[in-house]
């Protein structure tokens, strides 16, 4: 602290021990620091390398099943995984091995890796491995990497994977520095501290599951190579006609298609490249004859390879011209105020998806087919039923046909089931009424009798009753038992009324009692 022949004083002695003390201090802190540092890092370097090998767990189980579903093919590439496997273990195991030999060979059996004390012990690194038994130890290791790395060259076929081979698991010598060559395990053992050996020991373990992973991986898409990948699958019906006779059989082949579609196909018909949607060629023919008709073309699909692979497809279609049946169920005609059940169809078209329209009418869709009903005074005219359908998403005119509108006939007024004619009085005065009943026609309707008047002559006189219903009243009846065998009993003004309300009349009955 003095400078020249000037003597220290003892207060200039005290200050410079103190700043040497101080130094060491530091430099006991940065060491400190250093140490730390690495056991962070050691601990991070093992974080990481557990998670490879969960990693790695479930490559080789993905391996196992494929392996199991398809010996042939998967066999080759999974047994060259199997060896990298036992080798990655061994290689593994033998590091772990060295690395408590150091902790041993410093501490104690007590100790382990993972807790140990002589973190800045610089001389066992290079003890164990460099010049105890001629650095047997680190010649084992590094030729066990070498074997490891070259083994796995042998299986890669990617030169990006290849130089990382040869990056990671590189045991060269290093480059000379200053003139001096220091070796490969002198460079990684000796005189470093113990903490720092540890994290390099645990490094080439990261090394060595890391480059098992990318291998491993490798080594299963391999299995694919040369086949077409795709990512999306449907199930696909061809069906052998959409059009099938009653008593004949539907025939359709069901399988489960797949296709890329990131790699669209190209599909070309009849020398004209169409478009595509969803990985399908969409081929529109306009037709304008009838007939059967062919087409011609291929569709080529990117190989994995990169290059495209064609296949001839070909096809053939009846166009036919539109046809359309409609079928009244009951009658050729339409009857005013009533529903007229009517079934309409048209051949290899499904039933929705036909659109039927009316006029003069009112239609509506039931379970069997449709309903018509035409409009009030409309009897005389015509209706025509138009029919459309929606054929692969364009409304298409199939046909029309006109109908007669007609006038639900009259019923006919009947007592006893008779129009008229001899009847016994006894028979007459037991029936009910008169009814409406609607002869020979065809619809499921009812007429119900209104009012009627009941005449007859007593002493050269015209008596009548009236009835506001079907009924006999008393007083009709009373009319008819005091007429006698031979007198004719009238009922008259016969008045009906149908589904539609409107009154009908139906004229008159005479009966001639026997």
Excluded at 111 to 127: A, E, I, M
Excluded at 307 to 323: A, E
Excluded at 493 to 507: F, K, T, V, W, Y
Aim: net charge negative.
């Amino acid at each position: 602290m003095a400078g020249g022949n000037c003597p220290e004083t003892p207060r200039q002695k005290m200050i410079g021990m103190m700043y040497l003390f101080l130094t060491a201090l530091m430099a006991l802190n940065v060491s400190a620091d250093l140490l730390n540092a690495f056991i962070l890092v050691d601990n991070s370097i093992l974080q990481s390398k557990e998670s490879i090998e969960q990693k790695n767990f479930y490559l080789y189980s993905d391996f196992e099943s494929a392996y199991a579903l398809n010996e042939e093919r998967v066999g080759e590439f999974y047994r060259q995984s199997q060896r990298v496997r036992e080798a990655a273990d061994e290689l593994d195991q033998h590091i772990e091995d060295l690395k408590y030999l150091f902790v041993h060979t410093v501490d104690g059996e007590e100790f382990t890796p993972d807790n140990y004390r002589s973190l800045t012990n610089t001389s066992v690194g290079g003890q164990l491995m460099v010049r105890e038994r001629g650095g047997a130890r680190s010649h084992e290791l590094k030729s066990m990497i070498d074997d490891y790395r070259e083994m796995m060259l042998e299986m890669v076929e990617d030169s990006t994977l290849e130089a990382n081979l040869k990056s990671v698991l590189n045991t060269d010598d290093p480059p000379p520095r200053d003139g001096v060559q220091v070796t490969w395990e002198r460079e990684k053992f000796e005189y470093i501290p113990m903490a720092a050996s540890m994290t390099l020991l645990s490094q080439i373990q990261a090394n060595v599951r890391n480059m098992e992973a990318d291998v491993v991986r490798h080594l299963y898409l391999r299995v694919d190579e040369g086949s077409f990948r795709f990512n999306a699958i449907e199930p696909l019906v061809i069906p052998r006609s959409d059009y099938v006779i009653m008593g004949d059989e539907y025939y359709a082949e069901i399988i489960m298609a797949a296709r890329d579609t990131t790699q669209p196909p190209r599909v070309t018909v009849n020398g004209q490249e169409l478009e595509t949607y969803n990985g399908r060629g969409i081929l529109r023919i306009p037709t304008s004859t009838t007939g059967e008709q062919t087409w011609q073309g291929e569709i080529a699909v990117m190989g994995p390879d990169g290059t495209y692979r064609s296949h001839d497809v070909s096809g053939d279609f009846l166009v036919s011209r539109p046809n359309v049946v409609i079928s009244p169920t009951k009658m050729n005609v339409f009857y005013e105020g009533i529903d007229n059940p009517v079934e309409i169809s048209a051949p290899g078209i499904p039933s929705e998806n036909l659109n039927v329209s009316i006029n003069n009418a009112d239609i509506r869709r039931v379970a069997d087919g449709y309903v018509i009903e035409p409009h009030s005074g409309t009897a005389g005219r015509e209706a025509i039923v138009a029919v459309t359908a929606d054929i692969d998403g364009r409304e298409q005119s199939l046909g029309e046909r006109t109908f007669r509108v007609n006038r639900v006939p009259d019923p006919v007024a009947k007592v006893n089931n008779q129009r008229g004619g001899t009847i016994a009085r006894q028979t007459l005065m037991a029936q009910m009424g008169v009814i409406a009943d609607m002869e020979d026609f065809d619809f499921d309707m009812t007429f119900r009798v209104t009012s009627f008047d009941v005449s007859t002559t007593r002493g050269g006189y015209v008596v009548d009753a009236s009835s506001n219903s079907n009924r006999f009243t008393d007083e009709q009846k009373d009319l008819i038992s005091r007429a006698g065998r031979g007198q004719r009993i009238h009922i008259e003004n016969i008045m009906a009324e149908g589904p539609d309300g409107q009154a009908r009349s139906l004229g008159s009955i005479t009966f001639v009692l026997d």
